[in-house]
């Protein structure tokens, strides 16, 4: 072993232990070791910053902004509100959710299912009432399983078939890896859904609890002219209600409230439903029902002339300009082209208009405003922003567009026409300029701590395979395995390339372990597609760290994952597949 694989050795040992540990963030702890991999000399200087632009690192980031817009254009909504049933029991949420990554990941890379994904299941846990945590890592790892089953799935599947051409004169073709991969996925989703995400750590005290509590507001949406809700009673909508969480209390009529004793009454364009709901779920019903804001006009205005609206929450002190006024009086429209929403008022009752209500000292707002000037309307008012929640308005007019504009960029990178991380990037540019996302916000939506994670981890190890040290694994490897029967020697080069796929990325895995299939197979006297087969599979199973495949990185932050979290999943998983695959691999690819 020389000098250098005896420090790489040692630096991926260290950093493996402190995340483990926790002590420190992850982002921080990769790149004290990228640069501790510097000042040895084991990682080239002029190398040392490459991550930041590997193709993984920018597919990562890229695909939050995507999925970013993916809400914001009430496209995720599409999906919710059709598919997904937040009373739904776990078990079964996530077998649906699965099933679902799983077959888009077989169609489309498995980081761009995630990304349709990701928001979704966010979304619906939010609505139950349970962390996110609890069913991001079984979507995840079920668009990895999904991926193994076709050509496009997975990145390795396209190098492994490149290599296959290379040495043995014929690739792959595009389901050459579904029967071994269709049962490995099978077997895989089966266990995620029925025990294994009972493996994933919860809160302390054992309570699913949401990462967000939020506030519930009074607020009106109107019924806009040419409604499809004209005519119909307010009785009927209590089942979009309950759906999306939102409690009605009545109408605003020419100015008068008629509360819930006229549930019967004949809906008009103009009227205002007076409900009671959280921002989102707001949000969902204004989407679902095609419903204006009670200052829509002005709403609309407000899109048209900046970069777009902010929601934000804020709290009214004693001493603020609000307090004692309504924002009607304070001419809040007007003065400051911004939109009362709603008022939370702990329980109390609000007996007026939204906007004609007095505000007291305590109440908590819901504001729509300029997002250039949101800052300026906050101080004005002498409020207190509350912490920021990421709040927007899904402007769901836009949502063909960008199930469009994604659905394009997905086809052309499958069809090979654009490289993925160009097509995603189009993807966000076409966002930009269409107006589904404001400029200003591109970068606030990249979980910069997962970014400098997997760039950090990149350059470290391409320097352990350049000095030799994957390689010296599989060379020790098969030494070991002299003498053992064929699906021995199987069974071992998978357990290695599933080793080893949690520290490289996915893709570098392939690189380095295929030629050594192909020459165990040799050796052998054997058939060559077995052994590259299993490294196929072995090689898309990164389920123990969030660094081996982009999928797993980009749920990290999401889903409040600790880097040793997902070994409790993640080793389980390995030997179910482990069992399925090496006699499927042997049924499907005889020697």
């Not at 200052?295 to 004693?318: C, D, F, H, Y």
Request: net charge neutral.
């Amino acid at each position: 072993m020389t000098q250098d694989q005896i420090i790489l050795f040692t630096l991926f040992a260290a950093v493996f232990a402190l995340l483990l540990w926790g002590r420190w963030r992850y982002d921080l702890v990769a790149f004290a070791a990228l640069m501790a991999g510097v000042v040895l000399r084991v990682v080239p200087a002029d190398e040392a910053f490459a991550g930041f632009g590997h193709p993984a690192t920018l597919v990562v980031a890229l695909v939050l902004v995507v999925s970013a817009g993916l809400v914001r254009s009430g496209a995720v909504l599409l999906i919710t509100r059709t598919l997904i049933d937040a009373a739904r029991p776990l078990r079964g949420h996530i077998a649906l959710m699965g099933g679902i990554g799983a077959v888009l990941s077989g169609f489309m890379n498995n980081v761009a299912a995630l990304a349709l994904l990701m928001p979704v299941d966010i979304q619906t846990a939010r609505r139950a009432g349970r962390a996110p945590g609890l069913s991001l890592m079984p979507l995840s790892f079920a668009t990895i399983l999904g991926g193994m089953v076709t050509l496009i799935g997975t990145p390795p599947n396209i190098i492994i078939a490149t290599i296959r051409e290379d040495s043995l004169g014929a690739s792959f073709s595009m389901f050459d890896f579904a029967p071994v991969g269709g049962l490995v996925a099978i077997a895989g989703m089966a266990f995620v859904a029925l025990i294994g995400w009972r493996l994933i750590p919860q809160p302390e005290d054992g309570s699913q609890r949401p990462v967000e509590e939020f506030q519930q507001y009074v607020a009106e949406l109107t019924v806009p002219e040419g409604s499809k809700l004209a005519g119909r009673r307010l009785y009927e909508l209590s089942e979009e209600a309950e759906r999306a969480d939102v409690a009605i209390l009545g109408l605003v009529r020419d100015g008068r409230r008629l509360y819930g004793t006229q549930r019967n009454a004949i809906l008009h364009e103009g009227d205002a439903l007076v409900l009671d709901a959280t921002p989102d779920a707001l949000d969902e019903f204004r989407a679902t029902l095609k419903l204006d804001f009670a200052e829509g006009t002005r709403q609309e205005k407000l899109r048209a002339e900046g970069e777009g609206v902010s929601v934000i929450e804020v709290v009214v002190p004693e001493g603020a300009r609000i307090a004692g006024r309504s924002a009607l009086s304070l001419g809040l429209g007007w003065r400051r082209r911004t939109v009362l929403m709603g008022i939370s008022r702990q329980g109390r009752a609000i007996t007026e208009q939204v906007r004609k209500t007095k505000v007291r000292p305590g109440d908590i707002l819901l504001l729509l405003a300029p997002q250039e000037t949101a800052t300026s309307v906050v101080n004005w008012l002498g409020v207190l922003p509350l912490a920021d929640r990421g709040l927007a308005v899904a402007d769901d007019s836009r949502s063909w567009l960008a199930i469009g504009l994604f659905a394009a960029a997905l086809l052309a990178a499958g069809l090979g026409l654009v490289y993925l991380p160009v097509a995603l990037g189009l993807v966000v540019v076409s966002f930009v300029l269409t107006r589904i996302l404001p400029l200003t916000e591109i970068y606030s939506l990249v979980d910069w701590p997962v970014v400098v994670l997997l760039a950090s981890m990149i350059p470290l190890g391409s320097a352990l395979a350049a000095a030799g040290g994957t390689q010296l694994l599989a060379e020790a490897m098969l030494g070991a395995t002299a003498g053992l029967p064929v699906w021995a020697v199987l069974a071992l080069l998978m357990a290695l390339t599933m080793t080893v796929t949690d520290v490289l990325n996915n893709n570098a895995t392939v690189v380095v372990a295929a030629p050594v299939a192909i020459q165990m197979a040799q050796t052998l006297g054997v058939s060559a597609d077995p052994f590259l087969m299993a490294v196929a599979v072995s090689a898309s199973c990164a389920f123990l760290t969030p660094i081996g495949d982009e999928a797993n990185t980009l749920i990290l932050g999401p889903g409040g994952y600790r880097f040793g979290d997902y070994w409790r999943l993640g080793l389980p998983l390995k030997l179910i597949v482990l069992a399925v695959a090496v006699p499927s691999i042997l049924l499907f690819w005889p020697l």
